[in-house]
């Protein structure tokens, strides 16, 4: 990590009125710090089995602390190095830099406020990679621990413009898949051929190796009451066909099978019949509209100038379906991170789990995918938001406006 990355942190601390940014890891607890520092991951990345500290101030020679066992580990980081055996000699090295920075005069307006992987009694898990007794350890030096959440997002949990290219183009892969899969369900159901959730699960996975791709897990293939499931996974001992007159609900998530690569993440829907129920269409439109209330809200903020947060986002979705009358069975967030991993550790569009406060900024990728689970049949639409050039870009294209039906 070269030191104009250094000294873009640095600026970032002294806007938000930090003292420093003291980043840890163990055994890889710590994803954004490893990101954030762009660690090298892989058979040929450095050895880091014991726990190293890398301390960022807000002006300043970074310090790197780090074990006697793996003393080169953070070389790749500029800063002095602090070398420790013993868990006291460790106990020393932490309260000497942060005791020598607290004494530096550096500090100003900031006080005494060091930012680590940590939230407030754990509101927002996905930043909480810091264990309770290091933030112990940290604050018996004389700091306060403050969460790096949005510092995390802004040097973490963003995309360069070669990523936001790389994720489109996967993304055109991906929603072609899966239409070739509803393709294939109507070409099935017409001439009658056995059909069900696990073989067209497995037809999709084909066409990902087909073209290059790979996943955390196997796609979703969901028919009627199964799609009701928020986390179904279709197995042999559940496996239902796929006939006429059936629900069809389809996940799929992948990436290009290299390093570095980005996710997309699609979720379509459609009835596999001349016409879909009214309950069904009733449903596919409340989830529709807050889908696309979710994704105005972004773009009407971003051309207003005014800042928006995972948590806004998430209130816009779910107020249209609270609306409509669905509101108890919308039961998860509207939309996660996206990035290298289909659940990065970016910002979430989450009011309901967790209240995320982060902003979404320049670079920012996420699922927008409001959700309604009847006993009977469940309705998600999932469609990509990019930040890219200040506007707000679904990367998903077309992406359903109604629910279709496959079958004369």
């Known amino acids: 990590m070269d030191r104009d990355r250094i000294a873009r942190i640095q600026e970032a601390l002294r806007e938000e009125g930090l003292l420093g940014w003291l980043l840890f890891d163990f055994h890889g607890v710590n994803p954004?710090?490893?990101s954030v520092l762009e660690m090298a991951d892989g058979p040929t990345a450095p050895k880091t089995t014991r726990r190293w500290f890398y301390l960022v101030p807000a002006r300043g020679e970074p310090q790197r602390?780090?074990?006697?066992?793996?003393?080169?580990?953070?070389?790749?980081?500029?800063?002095e190095s602090r070398i420790y055996l013993t868990w006291q000699e460790l106990d020393r090295a932490l309260a000497d830099v942060i005791g020598r920075l607290l004494a530096s005069g550096s500090s100003g307006p900031a006080g005494a406020k060091i930012a680590m992987e940590y939230s407030p009694l754990a509101r927002l898990p996905y930043v909480s990679r810091v264990d309770a007794g290091?933030?112990?350890?940290?604050?018996?030096?004389?700091?306060e621990v403050v969460s790096s959440a949005d510092l995390a997002q802004r040097f973490g949990g963003v995309l360069p413009p070669a990523a936001r290219e790389d994720h489109r183009r996967t993304g055109a892969i991906l929603h072609g898949v899966i239409q070739g899969a509803l393709e294939r369900a109507r070409e099935l159901a017409r001439s009658g051929a056995r059909l069900t959730e696990v073989s067209l699960q497995a037809w999709i996975q084909e066409r990902f190796a087909e073209a290059g791709l790979v996943s955390s897990d196997p796609p979703t293939v969901a028919v009627n009451a199964h799609s009701g499931?928020?986390?179904?996974?279709?197995?042999?001992?559940?496996?239902?066909?796929i006939v006429p007159g059936d629900f069809i609900l389809i996940d799929a998530w992948a990436k290009a099978a290299r390093a570095g690569a980005v996710y997309a993440d699609y979720t379509q829907v459609a009835?596999?019949?001349?016409?879909a129920p009214e309950r069904h269409r009733e449903v596919f439109a409340a989830v529709r509209?807050?889908?696309?209330?979710?994704?105005?809200?972004?773009?009407?903020a971003l051309r207003a100038g005014r800042a928006i947060r995972g948590c806004d986002v998430d209130d816009a979705a779910r107020g249209v379906i609270r609306e409509r009358g669905f509101g108890e069975r919308f039961v998860h967030r509207t939309g996660h991170s996206i990035g290298t991993e289909v659940h990065a550790n970016g910002v979430h569009l989450d009011n309901l789990e967790t209240r995320d406060e982060r902003r979404l900024i320049e670079g920012t990728l996420v699922s927008v995918e409001p959700g309604v689970y009847l006993d009977?049949?469940?309705?998600?639409?999932?469609v990509n938001l990019l930040i890219d050039g200040g506007?707000?870009?679904?990367?998903?294209?077309?992406?359903?406006?109604?629910?279709?039906?496959l079958l004369p």
């Open 289 to 300: 509209d807050a889908r696309d209330a979710a994704i105005a809200a972004v773009g009407d």
């Open 229 to 241: 499931d928020p986390h179904f996974t279709p197995a042999p001992d559940h496996d239902a066909p």
């Open 391 to 405: 506007e707000a870009i679904v990367t998903t294209q077309p992406i359903q406006r109604e629910l279709p039906a």
């Open 65 to 79: 602390v780090v074990h006697r066992l793996e003393p080169r580990s953070l070389d790749h980081l500029p800063g």
């Open 32 to 34: 954004i710090a490893r």
């Open 376 to 382: 009977d049949f469940g309705v998600r639409s999932e």
């Open 134 to 143: 290091t933030v112990e350890l940290v604050r018996g030096a004389g700091a």
């Open 271 to 275: 009835f596999l019949g001349p016409s």
